[in-house]
């Protein structure tokens, strides 16, 4: 595998292959929102913020994000504003209403983060890792005491890399029913202290 850089933010020229790669792994759950690939890949290529986002790249491009929360604002910044440019009234409304069940909040002293993804070519390379890392020395510089994160009971492999680096479960619930229109029942979130 080539050398691995991570940085903050992704330039407009990479916003169409991160949008792609964010939509190939979060699918299943985004999509009863939008009810189509096109329009929901569209919206979320529109709505994502370069300045929550933890980009990794190799020498043949981008191989993995990591977005993150910060001052109310999420990697992908689905608003009723963001979702109105794209979607009509009822479209819109019906999304919204859809992605409020997988909304997560911000917590004093913690980096939320929102939405881990590596390139399925790239998987098994270290890279969840790498980007798992800076993420952990962004928030200290951001001054956090924690790292909170959220895994899907349908991805046994993300959680056990989160639980080898260090994260313990603090929660747990369940869709019930919705369960069959998000793609999992069970989630489980996850905390890392930080040390100084």
């Not at 903050?8 to 792609?20: K, M, T, V, Y």
Request: aromatic content about 6%; glycine content about 12%.
């Amino acid at each position: 595998m080539n050398a691995v850089q991570i940085d903050l933010g992704f330039d407009e020229s990479e916003r169409e292959g991160i949008g792609a790669l964010y939509w190939e792994a979060f699918r299943r759950k985004l999509r009863p929102a939008f009810g189509d690939d096109a329009v929901g890949l569209r919206v979320i290529r529109a709505a994502m913020r370069s300045d929550r986002m933890l980009v990794a790249r190799s020498e043949g491009g981008v191989v993995g994000v990591c977005g993150f929360h910060a001052d109310g604002t999420g990697a992908v910044e689905l608003s009723m504003k963001s979702l109105r440019s794209h979607l009509s009234i009822g479209g819109a409304l019906r999304a919204a209403l859809v992605l409020s069940v997988l909304a997560r909040e911000e917590h004093p002293g913690s980096l939320v983060l929102d939405g881990i993804c590596v390139d399925a070519d790239q998987r098994g390379a270290g890279i969840g890792t790498s980007l798992l890392d800076v993420a952990e020395r962004l928030a200290r510089n951001r001054g956090a005491t924690s790292v909170r994160l959220s895994v899907v009971d349908s991805n046994p492999r993300a959680r056990a890399l989160y639980m080898r680096r260090g994260f313990v479960p603090i929660e747990s619930g369940a869709l019930g029913l919705l369960g069959f229109v998000y793609g999992f029942d069970r989630y489980t979130v996850l905390t890392k202290e930080l040390s100084s």
